[in-house]
């Protein structure tokens, strides 16, 4: 993978809840699952400029769904993973799986703990 096109830590987060969500991908479902997978709080906004990050990395591409069959019904800006994006999420996910190999990283984590870094 060219310089540039490595994935941070919430990107990988976003395409993995895309590629889970199918086509029910947008915003507000974006946020839910990271929040529930993770635990972390996330914000809509990061969700949309990390979106458009990785559109323009080639990786994600949009479609305004039609307006929602209700009073005030808005469209949707649903997210899919390109070709590249598939890719890259495999990619990523392969290199992961390759580093953490061999490591015994079954950690208990004491409830009231997200597991997150001190930092």
């Given at each position: ?51 458009r ?54 950690v ?6 997200t ?5």
């Amino acid at each position: 993978m060219p310089k540039g096109r490595y994935l941070g830590e919430f990107e990988l987060y976003v395409l993995l809840a895309i590629e889970y969500l199918g086509d029910d991908a947008y915003g507000v479902t974006i946020r839910r699952r990271i929040e529930e997978r993770t635990g972390r709080s996330v914000s809509i906004g990061s969700v949309y400029a990390t979106g458009r990050r990785l559109v323009d990395k080639g990786l994600l591409s949009t479609e305004i769904s039609a307006p929602r069959p209700v009073r005030g019904g808005r469209a949707r800006k649903i997210f899919s993973l390109t070709r590249s994006g598939t890719a890259a999420l495999r990619h990523s996910t392969n290199m992961l799986s390759r580093m953490a190999e061999d490591l015994d990283l079954d950690v208990e984590i004491p409830s009231g703990e997200t597991g997150e870094l001190a930092g």
